[in-house]
């Protein structure tokens, strides 16, 4: 029997592996326009899943503008160990039923620049389905290790005119579950400037939540695009690097300990090169 879910499982899928392409294709073209020496281009490797499913691992290395970016693509299915469920259940998502199946979608991106006056970003968007449930979940948030009061301006503006299309009350909320998310416990402080973040996004309308979901991935580079061309050729010092290496082990204590994604792909048994692309390819600590 044709699982009635299986059209929307494909569109879904679909639309973040084109999300992914333009990206990919933006990126490369911002490494053309700015790249002192030779413009730096992605390695394309495909992933799998032991369980069932694989995706697209992307990640760009020693360009003029990105010192390390990855923008990965994965359609993924199985089932879900106890410890994934015993972790939905504990958030209260709705629709759970005891059949352990599930498939999930998504595209995930995170940018480590040259330059420490251009702000890292992380972006992602996912669908998940299990019999009985479906939802959608994402965001995109601004890390500057240097802030500009004008870039964070110009990136939260991008991700509230993509929410404020689609409800009036979603950018409070998911900005706020931003500050939330994206917050380090052990440091007492925010990984970044926020943005917004949504998980278990169910309405009951699949498709006003869908065209949601594409509406903050189509948003990313127009958020983004801006605010790194403004920057990545301003003047730095080793002073500044200082600071985005510190940063950096921030963020990265940050995805290692606390980040559900990361948590997931790992205890999901996908790829572990992809799942901890985000890390960053240098870091230090005080």
């Known amino acids: 029997m044709t699982d009635p879910f299986d059209r929307r499982k494909t569109e879904a899928a679909e ?3 084109a999300l992914r392409d333009r990206i990919v294709s933006a ?12 413009p730096g281009r992605f390695e394309v490797t495909p992933t799998s899943r032991a369980d069932g499913g694989g995706g697209i691992m992307s990640v760009m290395r020693g360009g003029g503008v990105f010192e390390k970016v990855g923008v990965n693509w994965s359609e993924v299915h199985g089932v879900l160990g106890d410890k994934a469920q015993r972790a939905m259940a504990a958030r209260g998502v709705p629709g759970m039923s005891e059949d352990p199946r599930f498939w999930a979608s998504g595209i995930s991106l995170v940018a480590h620049m040259v330059n420490p006056h251009a702000p890292a970003v992380h972006m992602n968007t996912r669908m998940f389905w299990t019999p009985g449930a479906w939802w959608f979940g994402g965001g995109s948030d601004l890390n500057p290790c240097i802030e500009y009061a004008e870039d964070t301006a110009h990136f939260h503006g991008q991700m509230q005119r993509a929410c404020d299309a689609h409800s009036p009350d979603y950018y409070a909320r998911f900005k ?15 990984r970044g400037v926020g943005g917004i973040f949504y998980d278990d996004l169910n309405t009951g309308d699949w498709d006003r939540d ?6 903050v991935g189509a948003a990313f580079l127009p958020a983004f695009l801006p605010v790194t061309e403004r920057r990545i050729a301003t003047p730095w010092t080793e002073a500044d690097r200082e600071v985005q290496l510190v940063h950096r082990g921030l963020y990265a204590e940050y995805n290692l300990v606390y980040d559900r994604g990361t948590r997931f792909g790992l205890e999901t048994g996908h790829d572990a090169n992809a799942v901890l692309m985000s890390l960053p390819p240098i870091a ?3």
Not at 27 to 38: Q, S
Not at 180 to 189: C, I, L, Q
Not at 210 to 215: L, Q, S
């Open 27 to 38: 990126f490369e073209g911002l490494e053309d326009r700015n790249a002192k020496g030779a």
């Open 176 to 190: 706020a579950w931003a500050d939330e998310y994206f917050f380090v416990p052990h440091r007492g402080r925010a």
């Open 284 to 286: 230090k600590w005080t």
């Open 15 to 17: 639309w973040f592996r």
């Open 210 to 215: 869908f065209a949601f979901t594409r509406a």
